[in-house]
């Protein structure tokens, strides 16, 4: 509560700066913001502005042995939208963070993937060209963040192309499963070892923003289609990555309990 009456509520960061902002306060590890920032990150507009009412709410378990503390339950409330996930161990010890439905966090596809989830500056459809002035399609949806920013791949796939390709400057290409396929363009570098033929993992840095080609400033061309067909990534409806099998969520309904009891506790207890 000290911290919230610190706040300038007319200048408010965005969720990405507040959330890494108040987690450090709180001598949160960054591994653990950066677990809850994945978290929210697939349905949640990172680049908007936090707002009074906003929140983050925490279980963690208390290290053993010189460990990092786990992080056991996280809940967020951003605008209208409250999302809450639970640590989940299934029986061959893999771990994964699952809604009251059994959803896991992650989604199929990033929508945003760059670091901090970049400034929306152009979104897909008809537009006025930035160059000649007249009406063009513009077939992409454009993030501006300062050069460097890393970009991410947003699923896992395999890199189809990683060249200079003509307007589109320093561009790179992945191929993933379902027909789905992602462009990226407009890079100042393309990352280290990323050629075509090499398989990469979501969120793996894949470039690094810039203004290469036919650009007028610094930011991400990011391009998906599915089975050929250009798509809207900030307007389609994204499969979620993993669903709980129906013979774990006794187990995880089990685990929402203990959570549950824990945080109703008294903060003294």
Do not use: C
């Not at 061309?221 to 409806?237: C, S, T, V, W, Y």
């Amino acid at each position: 509560e000290d911290s919230t009456e610190q706040v300038d509520a007319a200048n408010l960061p965005s969720i990405y700066k507040s959330i890494w902002e108040t987690g450090r306060r709180n001598k949160v590890g960054d591994n653990v913001i950066s677990q809850i920032v994945a978290l929210v990150a697939y349905d949640t507009d990172l680049t908007r502005r936090v707002q009074p009412g906003d929140g983050i709410e925490l279980l963690m378990a208390a290290p053993e042995d010189g460990a990092a503390p786990q992080l056991l339950y996280a809940a967020t409330r951003f605008g209208n939208a409250e999302l809450q996930f639970y640590r989940f161990v299934a029986p061959d010890g893999t771990v994964a963070f699952f809604d009251e439905q059994g959803e896991s966090g992650k989604r199929f596809l990033l929508r945003r993937p760059l670091e901090g989830g970049g400034r929306l500056t152009s979104a897909m459809g008809t537009r006025v060209d930035p160059f000649n002035g007249g009406n063009a399609s513009h077939e992409g949806t454009d993030f501006a963040a300062p050069r460097g920013t890393p970009i991410y791949a947003a699923a896992d796939g395999v890199i189809e192309m990683a060249q200079w390709f003509s307007s589109f400057g320093r561009y790179v290409q992945i191929e993933h499963l379902n027909g789905y396929q992602t462009s990226y363009a407009h890079m100042n570098a393309i990352a280290d070892g990323i050629v075509p033929g090499m398989r990469v993992r979501q969120g793996q840095v894949i470039g690094y923003v810039g203004s290469t080609g036919r650009s007028t400033g610094n930011h991400l061309h990011f391009e998906l289609e599915i089975n050929g067909r250009i798509a809207d990534p900030l307007q389609m409806k994204l499969p979620r990555a993993h669903t709980l099998p129906t013979p774990y969520m006794d187990d995880l309904r089990q685990t929402m309990e203990q959570v549950k009891s824990i945080m109703s506790m008294p903060l003294s207890g």
